[in-house]
């Protein structure tokens, strides 16, 4: 009899060890999906900055006129080594809406090389032909044109782009 309930009570002991082991991993699963799932908290948790929280830092400081900060906030996440392609893209597009003139192009001319696109080529055309920079205007009237494809999917825009490349190589 001794013998029995001294099996059942490491039985029981076992038993508890395993239930206590797959409580902690259930809830470390739990822990780790939520982290994974909460946006922008897995980079807050390993030190990095994400896309949104830096344009809405630098929508901040743009909004209380320290455009100069807001870009430097835009332009030291697109140096940052970790940071993708894609991110670096949004990131100069957003500074070229915060800034103006030759800069607002660099800027926006930055974001076309990390991936054509022709509604930021239109952009950068009307932009150079606003301050008066034919040339720029020119080549991505024509860029915006050519990267359009079809236009199927911006059938007016490519009519605009083609009637200001018209326009632009009849006054020179």
């Known amino acids: 009899m001794a013998n029995i309930i001294n099996v059942s009570q490491k039985q029981f002991k076992h038993r508890k060890l395993v239930v206590t082991l797959v409580v902690v991993c259930v809830v470390l699963v739990g822990a780790g999906v939520y982290v994974y799932m909460t946006p922008g908290l897995l980079d807050g948790l390993l030190g990095r900055q994400s896309l949104q929280s830096q344009i809405d830092k630098a929508t901040t ?3 209380q006129g320290k455009s100069s900060q807001a870009v430097a906030v835009l332009q030291q ?6 940071t993708s392609t894609q991110d670096k893209r949004s990131a100069y597009l957003q500074q070229g809406a915060l800034l103006t003139g030759q800069p607002q192009i660099d ?18 055309a009307q932009k ?3 301050i008066g920079n034919k040339a720029v205007a020119i080549e991505y009237y024509k860029k915006a044109i050519s990267n359009a494809n079809d236009g199927s999917d911006m059938p007016d825009s490519i009519t605009f782009y083609k009637n200001r490349l018209k326009a ?4 020179q």
């Open 61 to 63: 400081l743009a909004s």
């Open 77 to 82: 996440y697109i140096n940052n080594s970790s």
């Open 107 to 124: 800027a926006l001319i930055k974001a076309d090389q990390l991936a054509p696109w022709a509604a930021t080529e239109g952009t950068i």
């Open 128 to 130: 150079a032909e606003l």
């Open 168 to 171: 632009l190589t009849n006054a």
